[in-house]
């Protein structure tokens, strides 16, 4: 296990410090570039209810192919800008939105687990499970409704608690392949978001989709999504 | 005529249509043999024409294992057995008792596409339709090269099958998200340069029949479809599919039936 940390980080370091270089030289032309952040936990912390196996994988292949293709989209888009090519600009912007939504919902993603051991899976005390009751009804309102949805979604994408900065209210909403909450709403600030793309569940839950979102609330970081709350809603 | 009103829910309140359908109150036969199965498909026994108004879960025309180790038997199990499965029992579930009921699965398809305003039954409907022309697609030791016709259609509207070969692996591999890719033939050569053979890709559950096209052949990239042999590794189920998998046979027969219909 510890080995597996050391391994796992080291590889980890790698990946940052070349993208590192990368983004370096890509600063020095004044563009700034992403890289794929570290995960604040091992892969096989989430287990039994998201296996190493599906960890590693997201986090290393998805989440790193999102960030690479980001990158080169952004740098397409500045070199076209440069030209003054405005249909290479449109062109790239579904890219731009797959890849770059991609990162930023995967960021959020590995922020919003946590082991069993460091409070996975604990309710929210404070401000915003007062706001779970009141505006969703209750905690197992709020899980079956995202639960519902979820399953309900066909093809590739997210179910998200979001706060409703403007109105102060939880929404719960769903978004297709990597587009971010805000594409359903400006004013929307994503607190949990669960991928249901089908590499986020299929090694270990196959096709029965409902088992895995029935048991990534033992993995829910209810103290990020608090945190974030409280920040909007001080 | 009854329209049929898109609702968001899975139970379609029968007051919106027009009549039921007179149905097999029975269990539909095919799906009953299909339940245990573990090496083979279960085939359609012979016997009493019984006449019912649903879809059945049509086998793949090779055994479940055949595609090995290309497509792994554990896949197949999954993906027929599971995955396309549900599609012909929900969509059997959506639209009993409803103007859906007793029509041919490419009229349902193409009611509940609604020209792109999706009525809830089109997602099952549309997938039966799919994973049916997939495993068509396929066959055992499939895969090297088109010849005849098919061939110098391709040549023609490609310049070769190497280039051909190029746009589809493209189209399959950059279709994000869920969703597959196609060669189609097209009974309107497109103006711009008198193509009948084109290459799309569709998200989710679009096929190229709602959109006016002749399908010929497709590749699954829905994740389900690759993820327990490749993992991520899309790119390389495609190239294998391509080397190993593509029944030729299946495209020609289907391009000349295409060909005949126009004639």
Redesign the interface.
């Known amino acids: 296990m510890a080995l597996r940390t050391i391994v796992s980080r080291k590889t980890l370091a790698a990946l940052g410090s070349g993208l590192r270089a990368e983004a370096r030289l890509a600063a020095s032309r004044g563009l700034v570039t992403f890289s794929l952040p570290d995960l604040p936990y091992d892969y096989g912390a989430l287990e039994p209810a998201i296996s190493a196996e599906i960890m590693q994988?997201h986090h290393q292949?998805?989440h790193q192919?999102y960030v690479t293709n980001y990158n080169k989209a952004l740098e397409q888009l500045e070199d076209a800008m440069a030209k003054g090519d405005a249909l290479a600009v449109v062109k790239l912007q579904?890219a731009i939105k797959?890849n770059g939504g991609g990162h930023i919902n995967h960021s959020i993603f590995w922020k919003n687990l946590s082991p069993i051991r460091e409070g996975g899976g604990e309710p929210p005390k404070g401000s915003l499970g007062w706001a779970i009751d009141t505006d969703l009804g209750s905690m197992e309102a709020l899980v079956q409704r995202m639960n519902a949805e979820g399953a309900a979604l066909?093809?590739?994408?997210w179910v998200w608690l979001g706060l409703d900065k403007d109105f102060k209210k939880l929404v719960v909403e769903t978004t297709?392949?990597?587009d971010p909450l805000v594409t359903k709403g400006a004013n929307l600030v994503p607190l949990i978001g669960i991928d249901v793309?089908?590499?986020a569940y299929?090694?270990q839950y196959?096709?029965v989709k409902p088992d895995y979102l029935k048991n990534i609330w033992k993995v829910i970081n209810w103290k990020y999504a608090s945190e974030v709350y409280e920040k909007e809603c001080h | 005529m009854a329209t049929a009103t898109a609702t968001t829910s899975s139970a379609v309140p029968a007051t919106a249509f027009l009549r039921r359908q007179g149905a097999n109150g029975g269990a539909n036969r095919s799906l009953r043999w299909a339940r245990n199965q573990h090496q083979r498909w279960s085939p359609r026994r012979s016997g009493a024409a019984v006449i019912t108004a649903k879809f059945d879960l049509k086998p793949p025309p090779y055994p479940q294992d055949a595609l090995e180790p290309h497509m792994s038997q554990n896949t197949m199990s999954f993906h027929w057995g599971k995955h396309h499965r549900a599609y012909v029992d929900n969509l059997n579930k959506q639209i009993v008792g409803t103007e859906l009921q007793g029509k041919s699965l490419e009229d349902v398809m193409i009611r509940t596409y609604n020209k792109g305003d999706l009525l809830p039954p089109f997602n099952n409907a549309a997938q039966v339709w799919n994973h049916d022309f997939f495993w068509d697609s396929m066959k055992p030791g499939g895969g090297g090269k088109p010849s005849g016709e098919l061939l110098k259609a391709i040549e023609r509207d490609f310049g070769s099958f190497e280039k051909f070969s190029e746009e589809f692996r493209s189209a399959a591999a950059t279709q994000f998200g869920s969703g597959w890719a196609w060669l189609v033939y097209t009974v309107n050569p497109r103006p711009s340069d008198g193509k009948e053979l084109l290459v799309l890709k569709t998200p989710n559950a679009v096929n190229p029949l709602v959109l006016g096209y002749t399908a010929l052949l497709t590749i699954d990239v829905w994740e389900h479809a690759y993820y327990l042999d490749y993992q991520n590794r899309r790119p390389d189920y495609i190239s294998i599919f391509m080397e190993k998998l593509v029944s030729w046979d299946a495209v020609s027969a289907k391009l000349e039936v295409a060909k005949s219909r126009v004639a």
Not at chain 1, 154 to 157: A, E, L, M, P
């Open positions: 994988l292949k998805h192919t579904s797959f066909q093809g590739s994408g297709a392949n990597q793309w089908e590499h299929y090694l196959k096709n």
